[in-house]
């Protein structure tokens, strides 16, 4: 008899043609509870769509004629000079993903030439991450403890971290309604690596209609985080300081008054106030108030070169992805985080050529239309 699988079809591996194509997979191979705790925004989600239907207003008017061939994507950001204007978003506990997690991920971004961002709240330890990473910034949340935030400063120094990005805007966490609904709790294996000690029991302990992610975090972060301990960090660390998740140009005004080397015009991918405003509507008047006193970094909604595009028409310096790269990670691991970048960049090089930039710094000149 005829073996019957002589007569099944040869199935081809298509590579994914954008980052969006990574989200089918990725979905398949997750449990339901993780895939909404990645993809969730906070309250009813507006600020979450609003960030992608903001970028998708914003029409860039491309130039011709500039004799431009092949562009060069490099771009100069707070920790050096990277192959593209683009760093890996900080994204806590990656091994929900993956069980490689954030060590595959620091990896690929390795292979790109890009930063990866190691998260406080990261499932593998910062010291495994860094030696992984090629450039690996550290993102601090600041805790409670304070002896612990100096610890994670001077653990991110010795393992060699190139920046030092700190996020303020998470006092709580945001009203992340499916987690809510989900009774989402970390599985046992997947732990905040950083925290050492038992710091992450409330993770682990579920009970329905809670997040037991949000009940770690009330414990352990420190809601009153102001502008004097954002001076006391400046002191404190001789690493460009990055200050993640600025939507007010006063505020970003302040930051750079206080030291700051860049900020990430940054709603938290719409997780943390819903209501809040994309963040692709607030970049231009960030940059303008805050002129030449510091870089401007954006996140929120970006899926492709033309997003990296748009967002250096508005004026940004360079950008943070975050989903699609989590897509990708749960899809293909550290090879599917690396085809995700490698499309990342060329999808940049194609924007850059048809809007006839040479680099990255031409495209800060284009001009932008809204609704346009
Ligand atoms: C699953 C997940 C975990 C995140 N964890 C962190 C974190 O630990 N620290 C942080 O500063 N931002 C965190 N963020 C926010 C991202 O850094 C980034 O601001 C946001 O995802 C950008 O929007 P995008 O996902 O639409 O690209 C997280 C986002 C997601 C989706």
Same mark, same amino acid.
Request: charged share 20%.
């Given at each position: 008899?005829?073996?019957?699988?002589?007569?099944?079809?040869?199935?081809?591996?298509?590579?994914?043609?954008?980052?969006?194509?990574?989200?089918?997979?990725?979905?398949?191979?997750?449990?339901?509870?993780?895939?909404?705790?990645?993809?969730?925004g906070?309250?009813?989600?507006?600020?979450?769509?609003?960030?992608?239907?903001?970028?998708?207003?914003?029409?860039?008017l491309?130039?011709?004629?500039?004799?431009?061939?092949?562009?060069?994507?490099?771009?100069?950001?707070?920790?050096?000079r990277?192959?593209?204007?683009?760093?890996?978003?900080?994204?806590?506990?990656?091994?929900?993903?993956?069980?490689?997690?954030?060590?595959?991920?620091?990896?690929?971004?390795?292979?790109?030439?890009?930063?990866?961002?190691?998260?406080?709240?990261?499932?593998?330890?910062?010291?495994?991450?860094?030696?992984?990473?090629?450039?690996?910034?550290?993102?601090?949340?600041?805790?409670?403890?304070?002896?612990?935030?100096?610890d994670?400063?001077?653990?991110?120094?010795?393992?060699?971290?190139t920046?030092?990005?700190?996020?303020?805007?998470?006092?709580?966490?945001?009203r992340?309604?499916?987690?809510?609904?989900?009774?989402?709790?970390?599985?046992?294996?997947?732990?905040?690596?950083?925290?050492?000690?038992?710091?992450?029991?409330?993770?682990?302990?579920?009970?329905?209609?809670?997040?037991?992610?949000?009940?770690?975090?009330?414990?352990?972060?420190?809601?009153?985080?102001?502008?004097?301990?954002?001076?006391?960090?400046?002191?404190?660390?001789?690493?460009? +300081?990055?200050?993640? !998740? @600025?939507?007010?140009?006063? /505020?970003?005004? %302040? *930051?750079?008054?206080? $030291? &700051?080397?860049? =900020?990430?015009?940054?709603?938290?991918?719409?997780?943390?106030?819903?209501?809040?405003?994309?963040?692709?509507?607030?970049?231009p008047?960030?940059?303008t108030?805050?002129?030449?006193?510091?870089?401007? +970094?954006?996140?929120? !909604? @970006?899926?492709?070169?033309? /997003?990296?595009? %748009? *967002?250096?028409?508005? $004026? &940004?310096?360079g =950008?943070?992805?975050?989903?699609?790269?989590?897509?990708?990670?749960?899809?293909?691991?550290?090879?599917?985080?690396?085809?995700?970048?490698?499309?990342?960049?060329?999808?940049?090089?194609?924007?850059?050529?048809?809007?006839?930039?040479?680099?990255?710094?031409?495209?800060?000149?284009?001009?932008t239309?809204? $609704?346009?």
């Open positions: 008899m005829a073996d019957p699988t002589d007569t099944l079809p040869e199935v081809a591996f298509v590579p994914p043609a954008s980052l969006a194509d990574f989200a089918a997979p990725a979905r398949a191979v997750l449990p339901a509870g993780v895939w909404d705790f990645v993809e969730g906070s309250g009813t989600e507006t600020t979450l769509a609003a960030n992608r239907a903001a970028l998708d207003r914003v029409a860039v491309p130039r011709v004629l500039t004799g431009v061939d092949i562009p060069d994507t490099a771009a100069d950001l707070p920790g050096g990277y192959a593209q204007p683009v760093a890996v978003a900080p994204m806590a506990y990656q091994k929900l993903l993956h069980p490689d997690g954030e060590v595959a991920l620091a990896a690929a971004a390795r292979t790109a030439g890009v930063p990866y961002v190691a998260s406080t709240v990261a499932s593998a330890p910062l010291e495994e991450v860094a030696a992984a990473g090629g450039d690996v910034w550290f993102q601090l949340y600041w805790l409670r403890d304070r002896d612990l935030v100096a994670l400063v001077d653990r991110a120094h010795t393992a060699g971290c920046a030092l990005m700190v996020t303020v805007d998470v006092p709580v966490l945001g992340r309604l499916r987690d809510v609904r989900n009774g989402f709790t970390l599985p046992p294996q997947v732990t905040a690596a950083n925290l050492a000690g038992g710091r992450d029991d409330l993770a682990h302990r579920g009970a329905p209609g809670t997040s037991a992610v949000a009940a770690h975090t009330g414990a352990v972060f420190q809601p009153a985080m102001s502008w004097a301990d954002l001076a006391w960090l400046r002191e404190r660390t001789r690493l460009p +300081l990055v200050v993640k !998740g @600025v939507l007010d140009p006063r /505020d970003a005004v %302040r *930051a750079a008054e206080t $030291g &700051a080397d860049a =900020v990430v015009v940054s709603n938290h991918g719409g997780r943390q106030l819903d209501g809040a405003p994309a963040s692709a509507t607030v970049l008047d960030v940059v108030a805050v002129g030449p006193r510091c870089t401007v +970094l954006f996140d929120g !909604g @970006v899926r492709g070169g033309t /997003d990296v595009l %748009r *967002a250096l028409a508005l $004026g &940004a310096s =950008v943070l992805v975050g989903r699609p790269l989590l897509w990708a990670l749960a899809a293909g691991g550290r090879a599917g985080a690396e085809a995700a970048l490698g499309l990342l960049a060329a999808e940049l090089r194609d924007a850059l050529t048809l809007a006839g930039c040479a680099d990255p710094g031409a495209a800060r000149h284009l001009r239309l809204i $609704g346009g």
